[in-house]
């Protein structure tokens, strides 16, 4: 053979290498890569929030967070936008672009948006520079997605199938005027939500308010039954997810942001009963410290239960889809549950971890007078064995007790430790503490002078002393962990 190649195998050679290159940049676009350049710029698309796939509320925004290198361009703007079946999503609403200049920096990772206030799917984003000075697009980057907006900010559009409900446009209506004439709800937004069920016999199923923003948390109104109207008021801009549960039906779940002012209306949410064809199965393990026997365990959801063999496995069947519990019950030991998120005729697994339950032996002091001191005849001083579950939260005041509500500091079992927290977690400067020491509990005569507010939590260990500013912020107390029992 000579050195040369032949004609044949140079075009063959040619054609495989211009696949390739075709394979390479389409992988590349699925991640969001430039597409068109020029004068030395550069765009790259990094992520998105909500991640895609996604199924958005109307009026719930998508995030678009890139990277700009206006090349040799000295000012530029940069807009991010949706696209369906390669044009522009009809009925889109964006983020408008300022001028980026490069004496403040060429290169910079900035944050873009867009929303639909009535029902769109979003293929593509892309994401353009324009040139100031020319007024031409120099820079195009995009990236596969698949977003789909559901319901609507629009009162009438928002109705289930399109149709005119009465009865719902009149609670609608009536839920705008309150938010305008109602101090309690004028600065809220509301969400009005009818649930139904494919059989008709949904009977008291439980819904669920988690809050997806800030502040993260939640709230459970009153359970829902087939048919029934619900209005949900709520802060402007607050984030939410809103669940419907019923052991015997699938979960239904869908994202919802309140918008001052505006009023949404679900009346498309459907329950399907859980059937042998579309239940969930889950399958897991439960292992436990040290290795113990994990057999003859019993494994419960809340649809069904059931035992673990020789090596700890488990299978539960029958299940409803969406966010499961899952629980085991072994005596002494802690931490036998977790949440399995379950998709509909699909199977998921998970593993349960059991430890040891722990116990903590201390020595406490309490200063009733509001004085700083523990060294006189007015202090009040004792043992306890604190532990998860049973002398968990705690009040100095009523002669370290169990108490509901306020309390000085909580206890609690992670893992295989204890931890050790604050009731209020505000964190004023003059609020309830617990503070750390490296004095002895004998030699911690006075409680210290400047109490920094510590908002952190205290894994407790044998030999640790800590000082409290209790709940009231006005008295003080010590404490010293004698002993770890497991």
């Known amino acids: 053979m000579g050195k040369n190649m032949s004609s044949k195998n140079i075009t ?9 290159l075709q394979l390479f940049y389409c992988g590349c676009a699925q991640q969001g890569v430039l597409v068109t350049q ?74 873009g948006y867009f929303f639909f206030n009535d029902p769109a799917v979003v293929d593509e984003i892309i994401v353009r520079m324009k040139d100031k000075a020319s007024d031409k697009y120099v820079c195009v980057a995009k990236k596969d997605v698949h977003f789909e907006w559901k319901g609507s900010t629009n009162i009438k559009a928002s109705l289930r199938d399109d149709t005119w409900d009465e009865e719902l446009l009149a609670l609608a209506n009536e839920t705008k005027d309150e938010m305008k004439n109602s101090k309690e709800h004028k600065n809220e937004g509301a969400l009005i939500y009818r649930v139904h069920s494919n059989d008709g016999l949904l009977d008291r199923a439980r819904t669920e308010f988690h809050w997806t923003g800030k502040g993260r948390g939640g709230y459970r109104p009153d359970s829902i039954s087939e048919g029934q109207t619900e209005v949900m008021f709520e802060r402007d801009g607050q984030p939410a997810q809103l669940r419907v549960i019923h052991p015997d039906y699938h979960e239904f779940s869908r994202p919802v942001v309140f918008e001052k002012g505006k009023v949404i209306v679900w009346d498309d949410i459907v329950l399907e009963r859980v059937s042998p064809e579309n239940s969930c199965t889950v399958k897991g393990t439960v292992h436990l410290e040290d290795d113990a026997d994990p057999k003859d365990i019993r494994v419960s959801s809340d649809e069904t239960s059931t035992t673990t063999d020789e090596n700890g496995d488990f299978t539960l069947t029958g299940l409803r889809s969406g966010r499961v519990s899952i629980g085991a019950q072994k005596s002494g030991y802690y931490g036998l549950y977790t949440n399995v998120d379950a998709a509909r005729g699909q199977t998921a697994s998970c593993r349960l971890n059991g430890y040891r339950l722990r116990k903590a032996k201390v020595r ?33 005041a009523a002669g370290f007790a169990q108490v509901r509500g306020e309390s000085d500091f909580l206890v609690y079992q992670t893992k295989d430790s204890l931890v050790m927290r604050n009731f209020d977690t505000t964190c004023s400067n003059d609020g309830p ?35 409290f500013r209790c709940y009231d912020g006005q008295h003080y107390a010590k404490m010293e962990v004698l002993e770890i029992i497991d």
């Open 12 to 20: 063959g050679f040619s054609i495989v290498l211009l696949l390739a």
């Open 364 to 396: 406490w002091a309490y200063q009733p007078d509001g004085s700083k001191v523990f060294d006189n005849n007015n202090v009040v001083t004792g043992t306890a064995i604190l532990q998860d579950n049973e002398l968990d939260r705690v009040s100095f």
């Open 433 to 467: 503490a617990i503070l750390e020491t490296h004095i002895a509990f004998e030699d911690l005569n006075e409680a210290p002078d400047s109490f920094i507010r510590k908002c952190g939590s205290h894994t407790l260990q044998a030999g640790k002393v800590y000082v």
């Open 38 to 111: 020029k004068g030395g710029c550069n765009l790259r698309i990094l992520s998105t929030e909500p991640q895609s796939p996604a199924v958005l509320q109307a009026g719930q925004k998508v995030y678009v967070t890139f990277r700009y290198d206006m090349g040799r361009y000295e000012s530029v703007r940069v807009w991010a936008r949706p696209r369906t079946n390669g044009t522009n999503t009809r009925g889109y609403h964006a983020h408008k672009s300022p001028t980026y200049n490069k004496y403040d920096g060429a290169t910079d990772e900035i944050q």
